[in-house]
């Protein structure tokens, strides 16, 4: 992380790791826990309650949960709002199409735009003054 990451800013890591987990935990719902504290390794664990997994013929666990946390990270990345053309960007370069209806997502495109927004974990709106229409998420 320092050599790829944060290179210029490997004098700050200390207070990094120490901001970064809370924000990470209280946004979206991923813990960082240090696994060997001799060689500094640490990993993400999902602390959102799962109540819609389901176990993928191949044995890979995959849920709208984590699905969302893609979704939010990106949110977040890009200043709490991202076009659907950067998400669809992001989805689409792990396997999730707003054209492809998945077993477990049913439609994505719905999921994201109506059932999300629903439940009020997004935000979807129009960017004003754009022919044709754009849309972004909060």
């Known amino acids: 992380m320092l050599t790829t990451v944060i290179k210029k800013y490997k004098d700050c890591l200390p207070m990094i790791f120490g901001k970064a987990p809370e924000f990470m935990e209280l946004m979206i719902g991923i813990a960082l826990t240090e696994m060997d504290p001799n060689n500094d390794s640490y990993v993400f664990e999902n602390t959102v309650e799962l109540s819609d997994q389901?176990?993928?013929?191949?044995?890979?666990?995959?849920?709208?949960?984590?699905?969302?946390?893609?979704?939010?990270?990106?949110?977040?990345?890009?200043?709490?709002?991202?076009?659907?053309?950067?998400?669809?960007?992001?989805?689409?370069?792990?396997?999730?199409?707003?054209?492809?209806?998945?077993?477990?997502?049913?439609?994505?495109?719905?999921?994201?735009?109506?059932?999300?927004?629903?439940?009020?974990?997004?935000?979807?709106?129009?960017?004003?003054?754009?022919?044709p229409p754009h849309y972004e998420l909060l």
């Open 54 to 131: 389901e176990n993928l013929s191949d044995g890979q666990e995959m849920s709208k949960n984590h699905l969302l946390i893609h979704i939010l990270s990106v949110v977040f990345i890009k200043g709490s709002c991202a076009s659907e053309e950067v998400i669809w960007e992001v989805l689409n370069s792990i396997g999730v199409y707003a054209w492809r209806e998945a077993f477990i997502y049913g439609k994505p495109s719905e999921l994201l735009t109506i059932d999300w927004v629903q439940r009020k974990y997004l935000e979807h709106r129009e960017v004003p003054n754009n022919a």
